[in-house]
């Protein structure tokens, strides 16, 4: 990797086998695969923004290890962070840089303050983008398919702007989701890189709902 040390290198594969370890068994949309993704995409976000690569990809890999539904609370997420960041020697600069990334940068209806660092937008972009496009709908059904949810029902309304905290104990539908979150995500982007991603993919998301809106009145040959 391009401007990256061997000492740097060798921590970012570190956190690869770690959070490989933690998420292998998470099956709503934050399986090692999306941190796959999201780390592609922040690289390149990154070099396209002149950003700190090491921080930006260490961020990226370790974005989701604090999520809540895989801890005990927030605060035990962010503490096994921080406990890995220091048990590799991270520069204090770059750890509170890191855990400052990782608490702030989730979707929270959108209701999250903008991002500080340049770094930061990056993360959150890279998280975003898995959220627009093809593989942000496939991972709408399989989250709407593990909460038991149907993919659509045109009696239950899609819900008004709600930090993901609140409707995640309400009920919708995998095609609702779109309304609540994906489709807003292009205009929140925070990089040019970014944002040009997310347009294509939104493009890509609305043909889609166009076509299923056709199917499921019956379309005429
Ligand atoms: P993140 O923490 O990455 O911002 P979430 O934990 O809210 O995202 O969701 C993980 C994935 O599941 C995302 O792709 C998201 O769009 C999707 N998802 C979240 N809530 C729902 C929902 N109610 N219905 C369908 N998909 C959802
Ligand atoms: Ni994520």
């Not at 709503?28 to 995409?41: C, N």
Request: overall charge negative; aromatic content about 8%.
């Amino acid at each position: 990797m391009a401007n990256l040390s061997e000492i740097e290198q060798n921590i970012l594969q570190s956190a690869e086998v770690y959070v490989k370890h933690e998420l292998g068994q998470e099956n709503t949309g934050h399986d090692w695969w999306h941190i796959h993704r999201v780390v592609r995409s922040a690289e390149k976000i990154a070099a396209a923004e002149h950003a700190d690569m090491f921080v930006c990809m260490l961020a990226a890999y370790l974005h989701d290890i604090a999520d809540e539904k895989l801890n005990p609370s927030k605060e035990a997420g962010m503490a096994k962070v921080e406990n890995w960041l220091q048990e590799h020697s991270i520069a204090v600069k770059d750890r509170e840089h890191i855990l400052e990334i990782i608490s702030t940068m989730s979707y929270n209806g959108g209701h999250n303050p903008p991002m500080r660092t340049i770094e930061g937008q990056v993360v959150q972009d890279a998280d975003r983008l898995d959220a627009v496009g093809a593989i942000s709908i496939a991972r709408a059904f399989v989250y709407a398919g593990a909460k038991g949810h149907l993919i659509y029902d045109p009696s239950i309304k899609p819900r008004e702007a709600m930090s993901t905290d609140q409707y995640r104990n309400e009920e919708s539908t995998a095609i609702n989701h779109f309304y609540e979150k994906l489709l807003k995500l292009k205009d929140l982007m925070n990089t040019e890189y970014g944002r040009k991603l997310a347009e294509q993919r939104h493009a890509f998301m609305e043909q889609y709902l166009e076509q299923f809106f056709n199917e499921w009145e019956g379309e005429v040959v």
